[in-house]
């Protein structure tokens, strides 16, 4: 590991074995309880599936997209500032 790599860039893996079983006319497995706490899923949770290579399946988590009212409630009085003035340089309409 590189001494100036952080936290965030080091990947940790995490196995648990798990069977593959029909559901209709597809297949599904289960994840269990300690991984989907791990990377925050919970039932309804979307979900990409991404073959990887020729032999290899790969479920990630979609992140959700926020609306702009859903951002604009996170934020908080301390946050905001007053309007700043920096004049005209040229022709603008005001």
């Known amino acids: 590991m590189d001494l100036q790599e952080s936290k965030e860039e080091r ?6 074995p798990t069977t593959v079983q029909k559901w209709g006319n597809s297949l599904a497995v289960r ?3 300690d991984i989907a706490k791990r990377v925050e899923i919970e039932q309804g949770s979307e979900m990409e599936i991404r073959v990887v290579g020729k032999d290899g399946i790969q479920l990630v988590p979609k992140k959700k997209k926020y609306t ?11 946050d905001r500032h007053d309007e700043i003035n920096v004049g005209s340089e040229g022709k ?3």
Do not use: G, H, R, T
């Open 31 to 33: 994840i269990p309880k």
């Open 68 to 78: 702009l009212q859903e951002l604009l409630a996170q934020c908080k009085p301390e």
């Open 92 to 94: 603008e309409l005001i």
């Open 11 to 16: 990947v940790e893996a995490m196995a648990m």
